[in-house]
Every structure is written in C-alpha cells, then in structure tokens.
C-alpha cells in the first residue's frame, strides 16, 4: 500500500511563476490537509478538505489554492510564487477529523525553493 | 490566541529516560496527539490521549492532565533512534489540530 505520495519531491522556482504540489492517498481517508513547515515554526495548516467536495482555509491560506474533486487527490497551487513561500510542503489524510479518527498520516513532503 | 508550549530542545543520554512536557492553550479540546519526526522526514504518529492519566505503548507513555492543560511524553531505555523532534499537537473545539514547535531530543552514547 503507497499510502500517501506527493510530487514532486523537490523544486526550484522563480518568483511569479505557478506551481502545482500533488498529493494522492489510497486510504480512502475522508479529510486531507496541506501544512508547511519552517525551521522553529511548528507544522502551519493552509487549507484542508473534511471531505471530497468541500475545502476549507486553514491558518496560512493567502497565495495558495486547492480543489478536492475526488477522495484521492488535494493539489496545491501557487498562482505567483513569491520567496516567502520558500519552505517544507507537507500532504496529509485522516479517516475523519473527530477525536482517534484525526490521526494523521503524511506524505514525505515537497522542499519547494522560491528565488 | 491558541498556544503550544514545548521546549525547543533537550539532551539525554543512551539508555536513560526522559520526559518531554507540552502545555496548551486552546479553543476547546478533542484530544491530544504526540509525532515523533526524523530529521528530513515526515511526522509519524506516536499517541493520542483524550482522558486525563497515563496511556502506556511499549518504551513511549504518554500522559494528561486536561484541567492543568498538560501533557508529557515519556521515552524509557532511549536509544539512539529516538535522536529526532517530538510534535505535540491538540484537536480544538472545531477539529483543528494545533501544533507545537517541536522538541528536538539529541540522544548521546
């Protein structure tokens, strides 16, 4: 079982230019999360889906988006990068988002670079 | 303001044991979980505690006190793959999981 992926599994960008972060689960988990994470900062959430069909903002969302079409897939895109966004992009699932059920797996991450 | 307070850093030394303190802050509580995190690499779960007292898993325990806003994580008999950063994190009132900054252990032979 691959669990959780995400691709690529690192990237380079120059400011103003798009991206799109992919993140694929076969758990058939209901809830999908996007986190960064920057060195002495803890895991920040950017957006999140409680289920296929619905997304919500998390605490991080300006210059990000995210569309949940089906169970398995939660892209991430940057309309226009900027060096800010320069961190560690992190894809999780949940089987629901109550109580044990909100036990998150991940998936290895995206270093993404904007310069 | 939500907040998780955990020490940025600790040092033990192989075999003995260690306690790792997180407190909290937060709009609600639905439970507490502990991740354990290798350096370079992604956070894997380690516990969850939603009742106050001790929930024992092999060399890690991990432990709660909802009224003082107060979780530990105990790591007996270390060994030198513990070496990584321990995540603390609590699901609020809207099922929200709030995350610490992380307790890089360092483990010395």
């Known amino acids: 079982t691959a669990g959780i992926t995400q691709a690529p599994t690192s990237q380079i960008l120059a400011a103003g230019r798009s991206m799109t972060l992919r993140c694929t689960q076969d758990m058939r988990h209901n809830a999908m999360y996007w986190y960064r994470q920057d060195l002495g900062l803890g895991l920040r959430l950017i957006h999140y889906s409680n289920t296929a069909g619905t997304t919500g903002k998390g605490e991080v969302p300006d210059g990000y988006s995210v569309s949940r079409a089906n169970t398995d897939d939660f892209p991430l895109t940057l309309a226009s990068a900027v060096p800010s966004q320069t961190s560690v992009y992190f894809c999780?699932?949940?089987?629901?988002?109550?109580?044990?059920?909100?036990?998150?797996?991940f998936g290895p991450g995206t270093r993404l670079t904007v310069l | 303001g939500q907040n998780i307070d955990q020490p940025t850093e600790m040092t033990a030394t192989e075999g003995a044991i260690v306690q790792i303190n997180c407190t909290y802050q937060t709009s609600g509580f639905n439970g507490l979980f502990w991740y354990q995190q290798h350096a370079g690499e992604a956070p894997t779960f380690l516990s969850y505690?939603?009742l106050d007292g001790l929930e024992e898993k092999g060399r890690f325990s991990s432990f709660l006190s909802r009224s003082k806003g107060y979780s530990y994580l105990l790591l007996k008999e270390l060994q030198m793959k513990d070496s990584a950063s321990y995540l603390c994190?609590?699901?609020?009132?809207?099922?929200?999981?709030?995350w610490g900054a992380g307790t890089k252990l360092i483990i010395k032979p």
């Open positions: 994190a609590v699901l609020d009132s809207n099922y929200q999981l709030i």
């Open positions: 999780a699932s949940s089987l629901d988002t109550s109580g044990s059920y909100n036990e998150q797996f």
């Open positions: 505690n939603v």
